[in-house]
């Protein structure tokens, strides 16, 4: 069993997420099924103390690592696998990635079935989702492979690559709402006798239902909004299900997303495992009295004048709360871009 990463949702699963995965992990081993793998966006943590939940699992024999072992790689006679580790950030991908191939060259050999492992969007225009950052330059993987096993992108894809294969399985469950209507599974991939793959993908079922409900809300009060949200939760109401009502639309002149009574929708389902309203509102516009009495203000100091007038543009872009973590970002910013320190400047951007 091949995972291109992204085992767990977080660097630190809860300790019942980590006990089913354990059990099953065990399940596997215990039926002579070695699992091979890479860390992901998802499981590794941007910090030396906290690292990646697969290190403790390799220890315990219940993994491979792939990347924590000599040559980055395991092989038996009927092939070989060799598993690159996650970078995160662009940046580090295209300064670590090369270093790390030259530590652990890859030995991939010709009488055997080549397996590349690696979790990361390749900077390929037909595979990569609008919204997501490539991490990587096709270029930057080795040669040699007849098939490159990749994660990070949600939705399967599979075409020829490096005189090889090039296959993203998707994602095995939903991680949030946009996920709802992608078809979740895996590929089984039988190899013949002179090394030609054969992918059969396993669908699979998601056990959470997930119901969207998209709606465009322009020119209703905030009242109005949660009124006409409320009822539609209702109506959809489902045991077990994830309810997400998608608000869109522009709110009429003076009103304010802040007046959205989320605790209200929140409540609204009886049966529903969780509502999550998910906030795409545009306020009017910011007006001009609001900008003046944030600069003019005699009892903030600059950095609060500067939030709150970064908050009020973002507001209109993003969830409150997503345009806060923004706003403060773009405060932050301000000390090294006057004093021109780019290195931070970087960091600073690719951590948030």
Known sequence: ????????????PSNI???????????????GIPILAVDGSHDSAPNMITGTILDPLDSAGLIHYLPRHEGASW????????????????????EELPIFLEQNKSKPDSSVFNILVFHMALDIPALKPPQMEAEARPELLPEGFNYYAGGHIHKPH?????????????CTESANYEDAETEK??????????????????????????????????????????????????????????????????????????EIDFAKIRSAADKALLVHPVLRLRETEVPE??????????SKDLKTKAFQYFLEIFSDQYP???????????VNLLGPLVEKQEKKLKEMLEEF
């Open 158 to 170: 599979k075409f020829p690559f490096k005189k090889g294969l090039l296959v993203y399985s998707g």
């Open 289 to 298: 009295e609001v900008i003046r009495s944030i600069f003019e203000g005699k």
């Open 17 to 31: 997420t980590l006990e089913k995965a354990i059990t099953n992990f065990r399940r596997l081993r215990d039926a």
């Open 75 to 94: 092989r038996n006679k009927s092939c070989y696998v060799y598993g690159i580790p996650n970078f995160r950030t662009p940046r580090k991908t295209e």
């Open 185 to 258: 599974g895996f590929y089984l991939v039988e190899v013949n006798a002179k090394g030609v793959p054969k992918l059969h993908h396993i669908k699979l079922e998601t056990p959470r239902r997930f119901i969207v409900l998209d709606r465009d809300y322009s020119g209703l009060t905030p009242t109005k909004i949660t009124e006409a949200v409320v009822q539609l939760v209702k109506e959809a109401d489902e045991t077990g299900a994830v309810i997400v009502p998608l608000v869109r639309g522009t709110l009429p002149a003076q009103a304010g997303r802040g």
């Open 320 to 330: 409150r709360e997503h345009a806060e973590k923004i706003a403060r970002l773009a």
């Open 1 to 12: 069993m091949i995972i291109a990463g992204d085992i767990f949702h977080h660097a630190r």
